[in-house]
């Protein structure tokens, strides 16, 4: 839901990443670290949530930098960067997951507020301040202006490369603090754990409407994206489908989707 809702943010300004895995699986490594788990008695707590923000963000600008700096296509620079992290975790771990020891951690992933989730809350504030940016802000009507047409936008004085930046770097702010709240989930980092965000998310944002040559899209369109994932998925889990049959399925509705809705005069400049 919350990578989802990131990756819309950057399919909106015609670009793409695919470093989704490998800044989350990165950051829920971090995290296991900085609390108590069985290896260390490290004390950091909350804090830790923190810290995986700002390794998020580092990446996500990092990203942004190389992409609009260097000119390299989005596509290859992110899928630079989550080869890159990913090593950076399973050298940090030798291959092996982290178990956590901190209980007042792992509620973050796993407590509850009466009823509801504590990750549902996190998740859903989230979700309402990227609504408020995409929505309310100059920040957000830029990212459509650039993804809409990007000639244009910097001929009406968008600072195109420093917008195109920020967006990727609030998107790995948000892969970081997902990668956090899954180590807690979990009780252990595990650099594997993220398998499979990269296509959920950019499933759950092309399903909605986010158009994958930029300039369409919102934050509830990433969420409704989100939502037709998942009852595609527990639809076909209850007529006994197998999981691999699942992924083909969903893959060939992805396909089908985008060209039905991709705008075929802007495929030239698709990065």
Request: hydrophobic fraction near 50%; glycine fraction near 16%; charged fraction near 10%.
């Amino acid at each position: 839901m919350i990578t989802g809702s990131a990756m819309s943010f950057v399919l909106m300004t015609g670009s793409i990443d695919l470093s989704v895995e490998g800044v989350v699986g990165l950051s829920g490594v971090i995290a296991s670290f900085l609390v108590k788990n069985l290896s260390n008695s490290n004390d950091f707590g909350y804090f830790a949530l923190v810290v995986c923000l700002g390794v998020g963000l580092l990446f996500g600008l990092l990203n942004g930098a190389i992409f609009s700096k260097l000119r390299i296509p989005s596509f290859m620079t992110t899928l630079g960067i989550g080869y890159i992290t990913n090593g950076i975790g399973v050298l940090l771990t030798k291959g092996n997951p982290v178990v956590i020891s901190d209980w007042g951690f792992r509620q973050l992933g796993v407590g509850r507020i009466g009823f509801v989730p504590n990750t549902f809350i996190i998740g859903s504030l989230l979700l309402v301040i990227m609504w408020f940016v995409h929505e309310r802000t100059f920040f957000g009507r830029y990212i459509l202006a650039i993804g809409g047409d990007e000639a244009i936008a910097r001929d009406l004085g968008i600072k195109v490369e420093r917008i195109k930046v920020g967006v990727f770097g609030l998107a790995g702010a948000l892969y970081g603090i997902v990668g956090a709240l899954l180590t807690a989930k979990l009780g252990s980092g595990d650099i594997t754990a993220p398998r499979g965000f990269t296509f959920d998310s950019i499933a759950a944002s092309v399903l909605g409407g986010v158009a994958i040559t930029g300039g369409i899209g919102s934050v509830p369109k990433a969420l409704i994206g989100a939502l037709i994932l998942t009852i595609l998925r527990n639809g076909m889990i209850l007529m006994g489908i197998s999981p691999y049959v699942q992924q083909g399925v969903i893959g060939a509705i992805l396909i089908f989707t985008v060209a039905l809705t991709l705008d075929r005069a802007k495929i030239p400049v698709l990065k």
